[in-house]
C-alpha cells in the first residue's frame, strides 16, 4: 500500500464537492461513499432523479453480473439519468462492473440477452487467463496525460472480474480537433482497459474504493476536476 496522502476536495467557494453515489440494488456502495467522504465529498446514495442529475459528480457502482447491473440500472432509470448528465458534460464515475455497462454489450452468460448503456463501442468478454477471476493486486499502465492518476502512476489497485473489454474500438471521426479518450491498460491473461478518462465520462475496471491510499488520491483526483 503507497503512502500518498488524500485530502478534503472543495469547491472553488469552499464548499465540498456534491457526489451521488447512485443505488440500483447492485454494488458495495457503502464501501465507496465511505471513500469519498475520505476525500472531503458531500456524499448522498440514492436513486432519486433529481438529486442524480443536480449533484456535482455521479458514481455508478457495479459488482456481480453484467446483466444484473444493467437491469438494475434501467429499473430506476439510471441509464436516462447517465445519458442526460453526459449530454450537459456532467461528469460520471462508473466502476468495475459499472466500466463494463458504458459499453455494447457483454459475452458474460445471461449478458448477450441484454445490450450495454452503448457510451462506448466494444464488448465485454471473458479474460483468457489460467486462472479467473483476475483477484488482488496489479499495476496498470497509465494513459499519457491522465488526471485520474495524477499522483498514482505506479501504484497498485485491487481488481475482481473475470470480464474485460480487450479492444479500444472508439475511432476519432474528428479529424482530431477533439481530445482522445485517455485509456489505461493492465494485464491479466491479456490487456484489458482499466481506466478511460473521456470527457465528462470516467471509468475503472478496478475498486478504487478497495485500493487504499492510491485509490483514494484517484478519487480526490476525480473529484478535484468536478465543477
Known amino acids: 500500500m503507497s503512502g500518498v496522502t488524500p485530502a478534503p476536495s472543495t469547491s472553488a467557494a469552499g464548499a465540498a464537492k456534491k457526489v451521488v453515489v447512485l443505488d440500483y440494488g447492485f454494488g458495495n456502495v457503502r464501501s ?95 479474460l483468457p487467463a489460467d486462472v479467473v477471476p483476475h483477484m488482488g493486486w496489479s499495476t496498470v499502465e497509465a494513459a499519457p496525460g491522465s488526471v485520474l492518476f495524477e499522483g498514482v502512476r505506479d501504484e497498485r489497485f485491487y481488481f475482481v472480474h473475470s470480464f474485460g473489454v480487450q479492444r479500444w474500438e472508439l475511432v476519432d471521426t474528428t479529424g482530431g480537433n477533439v481530445t482522445p479518450p485517455a485509456v489505461t491498460w493492465a494485464e491479466h491473461g491479456a490487456r484489458f482497459v482499466a481506466a478511460v478518462e473521456n470527457g465528462p465520462l470516467t471509468a475503472t475496471q478496478f475498486h478504487p474504493e478497495k485500493s487504499g491510499d492510491a485509490g483514494a488520491r484517484l478519487l480526490r483526483n476525480w473529484v478535484d476536476s468536478l465543477s
Request: charged share 25%; proline share 4%.
Open 32 to 126: 465507496a461513499v465511505r471513500a469519498l467522504e475520505r476525500v472531503g465529498a458531500d456524499v448522498e446514495l440514492t436513486s432519486d432523479r433529481r438529486a442524480a442529475l443536480e449533484a456535482d459528480g455521479l458514481l455508478v457502482p457495479g459488482v456481480g453480473a453484467f446483466a444484473a447491473v444493467n437491469e438494475g440500472l434501467r429499473a430506476i432509470g439510471g441509464d436516462a439519468i447517465i445519458d442526460r448528465r453526459l449530454a450537459g458534460g456532467r461528469p460520471v464515475l462508473g466502476i468495475c462492473v459499472g466500466l463494463q455497462v458504458m459499453f455494447d454489450a457483454s459475452t458474460e452468460p445471461g449478458g448477450g440477452d441484454h445490450e450495454g448503456l452503448g457510451q462506448w463501442p466494444g464488448t465485454v468478454e471473458r
